[in-house]
Nanobody
Framework: QVQLVESGGGLVQAGGSLRLSCAASGLAFSSYAMGWFRQALGKEREFVAAVSWSGGTTDYADSTKGRFTMSRDNAKNTAYLQMNSLKPEDTAIYYC????????????????WGQGTPVTVSS
């Protein structure tokens, strides 16, 4: 059974930083692309970032480019999202996803999903 467990969310002031982690089990982690999505209250879930299976390719939403960095450690079966210069509009539940490629992860095609971790950015 595939499990993706997010951690690292919390409350932070605007301009601050947080690092989210996604620990994966039940899948060949190094063969899967990984991604992060978020869903704010009353809004649809949106793509945040993705990384290829090797970590060599990353993709970001325009709203997070330059502020967020996604990475992975295949030896630890864990993906990360470093979030800097946080803004109140970054407030959301952040979800980890795993899929066949970074492009398919971004498109939400056949993704595995975690349960989410909340991030609140105060102004």
């Amino acid at each position: 059974q595939v499990q993706l467990v997010e951690s690292g969310g919390g409350l932070v002031q605007a301009g601050g930083s947080l690092r989210l982690s996604c620990a994966a089990s039940g899948l060949a982690f190094s063969s899967y692309a990984m991604g992060w999505f978020r869903q704010a209250l009353g809004k649809e879930r949106e793509f945040v970032a993705a990384v290829s299976w090797s970590g060599g390719t990353t993709d970001y939403a325009d709203s997070t480019k330059g502020r967020f960095t996604m990475s992975r450690d295949n030896a630890k079966n864990t993906a990360y999202l470093q979030m800097n210069s946080l803004k109140p509009e970054d407030t959301a539940i952040y979800y980890c996803a795993a899929g066949q490629s970074a492009l398919l992860v971004r498109r939400g095609v056949n993704n595995y999903w975690g349960q989410g971790t909340p991030v609140t950015v105060s102004s």
